[in-house]
């Protein structure tokens, strides 16, 4: 029998013999389900806008179904000509009960009506609010979509300018992005953590994972104040002292004396589900932003953190 049959996985064994690494037990009809009803999901988040409707402004189109039109945009990764051609021939208007489609630069001027603590709001309502496992990293994302060949050709070498750093928070057993936050690519992790936690204080987590980006002693403090345990691997030099930061000394402790232990106690393999999603996400939405004013960029990035959060297949 063919080694891929029953899920298995090949591991990197040094006789390159097949082991059983994992069981694949996914519901594929259920999945496919899923995935054909997801622009029904996204449509049924104007309920969750329905707030920027209030009070009733002048204007024809309301907010609430303009901002579902730019969610399927990201969904779709098509242009704002592409998703106002759409509206007007697929009958999308029409699920959203308006008079008729709105043209594209209509769509294109709503993203600047949209709040970030608002969308930070309407985020919450899709996650859970205590959690066991949660997770922080960061990747970067393109500002254009040019093409290697346009770099050799006129000869522009990719710059630190051309990208931005995204920075995400985890919920690592259902998948969801809790927090994300925007910075210049050659901005340093760390200092993102503090600002997260902010934004995340109704949230209740037992334990917080990272990588050695993040071992510092603010990092650890931040951590232990929202009552969650560190799970941040720290410098093999580091001192047992505790220096200000009880919390990371305990961690130098257990980690110099059996490392192995203390990464099945925070599970730490658990991590690389960050890096999962990221590049989820960079598939399913592209790797790069449209938007081009800074303010709309971290909008634009919040409302790929809704869609993801709604889309995702239900753990």
């Known amino acids: 029998m063919h ?22 037990n996914v519901p594929w009809a259920k999945y496919d389900a899923h995935r054909d009803n997801e622009y029904k999901y996204v449509i049924d988040l104007r309920n969750l806008f329905l707030e920027l409707d209030i009070p009733i402004q002048r204007r024809e189109f ?30 999308f208007y029409k699920m959203l009960r308006m008079k008729r489609a709105p043209s594209y630069k209509t769509i294109q001027r709503t993203i ?8 930070l709001q309407v985020n919450r309502v899709l996650t859970p609010s205590k959690i066991q496992l949660a997770g922080i990293d960061s990747s970067g994302m393109k500002t254009n979509c040019k093409g290697v060949w346009v770099q050799i050709r006129f000869k522009k ?12 928070f985890v919920d690592l057993e259902s998948k969801k992005i809790l927090s994300c936050i925007l910075t210049k690519g050659s901005s340093y992790d760390s200092p993102q ?45 580091a001192t047992t ?10 961690a130098v402790i257990e980690q110099k ?28 939405f592209g790797e790069y932003i449209f938007s081009i004013k800074e303010k709309h960029r971290c909008v634009e990035m919040w409302l790929r953190t809704i869609l993801w959060n709604v889309l995702i297949y239900p753990r």
């Open 3 to 24: 080694p891929h049959g029953d899920g298995m996985q090949k591991t990197n064994s040094k006789k390159g013999e097949w082991e059983r690494h994992k069981e694949v």
């Open 62 to 91: 309301l907010l609430s179904n303009l901002t579902v039109l730019i969610l399927l945009k990201i969904m779709f990764g098509i242009s704002y000509r592409g998703i106002a051609s759409a509206t007007k021939n697929l009958g």
């Open 112 to 119: 600047q009506y949209l709040p970030l603590d608002f969308l």
């Open 157 to 168: 070498p990719v710059q630190k300018k051309d990208f931005k750093k995204i920075h995400i």
């Open 193 to 237: 953590l503090k600002h997260i936690l902010q934004q995340c204080r109704w949230l209740k987590v037992d334990i917080i994972l990272g990588d050695g980006g993040y071992d510092s002693k603010e990092c650890f403090n931040d951590i232990t104040k929202q009552g969650a345990v560190p799970g941040i691997p720290v410098r093999k030099n």
């Open 241 to 250: 002292r505790s220096k200000g930061s009880p919390s990371r000394r305990k």
């Open 257 to 284: 004396k059996d490392i192995d232990k203390w990464k099945e106690k925070v599970r730490y393999t658990m991590r690389c589900i960050v890096e999962a999603i990221f590049s989820g996400t960079k598939r399913r």
